[in-house]
T-cell receptor, first 111, second 109 residues
Framework: RKEVEQDPGPFNVPEGATVAFNCTYS??????FFWYRQDCRKEPKLLMS???SGNEDGRFTAQLNRASQYISLLIRDSKLSDSATYLC????????????FGDGTTLTVKP | DAGITQSPRHKVTETGTPVTLRCHQT?????MYWYRQDPGHGLRLIHY???????DKGEVSDGYSVSRSKTEDFLLTLESATSSQTSVYFC????????FGNGTRLTVT
């Protein structure tokens, strides 16, 4: 079983749709959590951190459930430019150390 | 964007030849990492460094070595390239979260 698991998709949604991605992790000692976005043939870029209290950045909302070891990302009012692969990342240390990446969920937003 | 430069951006090499990839940072960060990304495997850690001359292995370190003689430079060497090392290689800096360079596409023929 992988340490970080994501539904690979692909998710194909129309513009304006709401879409949710889920991620589970196996290490209960994990301390920090992130969502990254990766465009085709480009480097992963930090989208947002994930906190237990939940956090929002515009159309994006991230949630963490430590009891269930589960992370989610919600995208509202999808745009064509949201088409990308979204990576769930879990880190065992708050400041440094090795991050574990999910394989990513691919989103395509269609007109 | 974090100041991370990888070179070369693209390389084609033959099986059995040594190859060195370079990562240069201007952020003075203590931690640097090398990852490879392959379809079906996601990002996998090859080696990382927690300071000058301090390095350690990641989950897929066989066939790779690294060196860090200066804070700003982290080199990844494929001692004798194989076709299985055809991949996209990303350097990253930081701790939590990581910031990535723009990658090196390596093809071993």
């Amino acid at each position: 079983r992988k340490e970080v698991e994501q539904d690979p998709g692909p998710f194909n949604v129309p513009e304006g749709a709401t879409v949710a991605f889920n991620c589970t992790y196996s290490n209960s000692a994990s301390q920090s959590f992130f969502w990254y976005r990766q465009d085709c043939r480009k480097e992963p870029k930090l989208l947002m951190s994930v906190y237990s209290s939940g956090n929002e950045d515009g159309r994006f909302t991230a949630q963490l459930n430590r009891a269930s070891q589960y992370i989610s990302l919600l995208i509202r009012d999808s745009k064509l430019s949201d088409s990308a692969t979204y990576l769930c990342v879990v880190n065992g240390h708050t400041n440094a150390g090795k991050s574990t990446f999910g394989d990513g969920t691919t989103l395509t937003v269609k007109p | 964007d974090a100041g991370i430069t990888q070179s070369p951006r693209h390389k084609v090499t033959e099986t059995g030849t040594p190859v060195t990839l370079r990562c240069h940072q201007t952020e003075n960060h203590r931690y640097m990492y090398w990852y490879r990304q392959d379809p079906g495997h996601g990002l996998r850690l090859i080696h990382y460094s927690y300071g000058v001359k301090d390095t350690d292995k990641g989950e897929v370190s066989d066939g790779y070595s690294v060196s860090r003689s200066k804070t700003e430079d982290f080199l990844l060497t494929l001692e004798s390239a194989t076709s299985s090392q055809t991949s996209v290689y990303f350097c990253a800096i930081g701790g939590s979260p990581l910031h990535f360079g723009n990658g090196t596409r390596l093809t071993v023929t």
